[in-house]
């Protein structure tokens, strides 16, 4: 349940992240130029729009980072391996039942021709 929240909080931060940096003008004015005629960041966020969008930016890539390592060290403490679970159980591991084909193929006789009788005459017509 804990795994799953801070997913989904690492979610949103990542994509908020995305945003933000697209959102700052860089030396081609990025995509704030699509919300308005050059600066668009500080025609939107006012003036002081580049200090709000620096600290905001540093804020989520700190927070990036620390729910990366959070997420790294529960991952790796939570056990994925289902053969290392069924064996802690000490339960048996089922053996895989062979595949359509091979079972077809044991079940149906194979063909072939006794070799002492003897070839139809082609000229008795029969």
């Known amino acids: 349940m804990l795994f799953t929240v801070l997913i989904t909080l690492y979610v949103i931060i990542c994509v908020a992240l995305i945003v933000v940096i697209l959102l700052q003008s860089g030396k081609g004015s990025g995509l704030s130029g699509l919300f308005g005629s050059g600066g668009g960041g500080q025609t939107i966020f006012g003036a002081r729009a580049g200090d ?30 289902l053969v290392g679970e069924i064996e802690a159980a000490g339960l048996e591991m089922p053996r895989p039942e062979p595949a359509a084909e091979e079972a077809a193929e ?21």
Do not use: H, N, W, Y
């Open 52 to 81: 709000v969008m620096t600290k905001t930016t540093t804020i989520l890539a700190v927070c990036f980072m620390g729910f990366s390592l959070i997420l790294a060290l529960l991952s790796a403490r939570q056990s994925s391996s």
């Open 106 to 126: 044991e079940a149906a006789p194979t063909a072939v021709p006794p070799e002492d009788v003897p070839a139809p005459d082609p000229r008795s017509g029969g």
